[in-house]
């Protein structure tokens, strides 16, 4: 009998310790939000180990790179009139959405991004993840700085209320 007693105080005690463990709060592991904006990736959808990019971080354009591609197209969705169009834009243009007082200044394009160390550049010319920079201006207020994907549209998404802009395709040079 006394060989018992103290395995079912053992036992008791697992089992005590096992249903409050059970109860206890788990631990929020999650990174914090960035406390300001970024012309990185960031926020809902963004694997954990893509990392968060200043917005004045360096941009490296590869010689194999330069020169080869001349426009982007971008769908620009009207949520209220339930329409999208598409639009060919030069890259360093400044475009005014039609009907709207949204102007999109369409930066660089790489046609596969990547992110090495803390600067943004393209692994080659091949269309493997593209990307364009853009800024979005409404009345002239800037409302989204960020890159635009073709493969990956939800990755930093340009947000708002009436029109959604994504990257379709891009142009090369002839």
Not at 39 to 47: A, D, E, M, N, R
Not at 54 to 78: M, Q, T, Y
Not at 104 to 114: H, R, S, T, W
Request: charged share 25%; proline share 9%; with cysteine.
């Amino acid at each position: 009998m006394g060989i018992r007693k103290p395995r079912a105080v053992i036992l008791f005690l697992m089992m005590a310790l096992f249903i409050i463990g059970c109860g206890k709060k788990q631990e929020d592991y999650s990174s914090p939000a960035p406390s300001a904006p970024s012309s990185g990736l960031s926020g809902p959808g963004v694997p954990s180990d893509v990392p968060v990019i200043p917005s004045n971080a360096p941009l490296v354009i590869p010689d194999s790179v330069k020169g080869k591609w001349k426009a982007v197209k971008l769908a620009v969705e009207d949520k209220k009139g339930r329409d999208s169009h598409d639009y060919t834009v030069d890259l360093h243009v400044d475009f005014a959405i039609p009907d709207s007082k949204l102007v999109v200044k369409v930066g660089d394009f790489l046609p596969d991004l990547k992110i090495e160390g803390t600067m943004f550049t393209s692994e080659s010319n091949e269309l493997n993840n593209p990307a364009v920079h853009v800024i979005i201006l409404e009345d002239s207020k800037e409302i989204f700085t960020g890159w635009l994907f073709s493969h990956f549209p939800t990755i930093h998404p340009f947000k708002h209320d009436r029109y959604g802009i994504t990257l379709k395709e891009a142009i090369p040079t002839t």
